[in-house]
């Protein structure tokens, strides 16, 4: 079966700090991969998508920057972080192999980055 | 441009009592699916239901129920017998297929919370 793994789960960094959070899937190949964010108390933003390897798509202008450097790895980066990328981060993948627009996301857990 | 819209911010009800969560959507797709996301105070979100625009079946699953009106472009929600656990914010989503991938166009969430 297939499983997505995000980590860490809670991350307290200095502003001016670089970032990086991690998403894994296992059991599928060429997924196609999400990364969104969630403001306190707001809804769910698309930041990146990814539908093959180096192949990545921004969503919205922003501090961040998405790699994906094999096939079921999806990075969230950012050189300096800004208090405003405070958030709940979570990455989501999709089945390509199958009418993937049918079928939503699978997200992994999340993780609760503070900038202070 | 597809759109999402859950006027309801947050909604408050007593343990045992129904509560209706409401979903308008926007599209110019003839063929597209909803979905309903929980995320509970974990974070994680979760997969509730998803609908094909040409299934306007209402559907119930134990306690939940869904009432899909395509000449209102509404997907609502609803709880029976309302307990503490169905706490969290409910997520309604409409897929849009674009250049190969399948993004999900997320409402802003509704934060239920029942009292015991």
């Known amino acids: 079966s297939q499983t997505i793994h995000q980590w860490p789960a809670t991350l307290v960094q200095p502003v001016g700090s670089p970032l990086s959070l991690e998403c894994t899937v296992e059991g599928t190949s060429n997924p196609n991969l999400y990364w969104y964010r969630q403001a306190a108390g707001r809804g769910l933003q698309l930041l990146f998508y990814?539908?093959?390897?180096?192949?990545i798509s921004s969503e919205v202008p922003q501090n961040l920057s998405a790699s994906r450097p094999q096939d079921r790895q999806f990075i969230l980066s950012s050189k300096k972080l800004l208090l405003s990328d405070s958030g709940f981060y979570l990455c989501?993948?999709?089945?390509?192999?199958?009418?993937?627009?049918?079928?939503?996301?699978?997200f992994g857990s999340g993780t609760r980055l503070t900038v202070v | 441009a597809q759109k999402v819209t859950q006027a309801q911010t947050e909604i408050s009800v007593v343990e045992k009592e129904d509560v209706t969560l409401d979903c308008v959507y926007e599209?110019?797709?003839?063929?597209?699916?909803l979905f309903w996301y929980k995320q509970p105070p974990s974070g994680e979100l979760v997969f509730l239901i998803r609908?094909?625009?040409?299934?306007?079946q209402n559907e119930i699953s134990g306690r939940y129920s869904w009432n899909f009106q395509k000449s209102t472009s509404s997907f609502n929600f609803t709880i029976t017998a309302s307990q503490v656990v169905d706490s969290a914010v409910y997520f309604c989503a409409l897929s849009e297929r674009s250049g190969g991938y399948n993004k999900l166009i997320f409402g802003a969430g509704t934060r239920l919370a029942v009292h015991p």
């Open positions: 609908r094909n625009s040409f299934d306007e």
């Open positions: 599209t110019r797709d003839t063929t597209y699916y």
């Open positions: 989501a993948w999709s089945d390509t192999r199958t009418n993937a627009y049918n079928y939503g996301y699978t």
């Open positions: 990814s539908i093959g390897i180096d192949q």
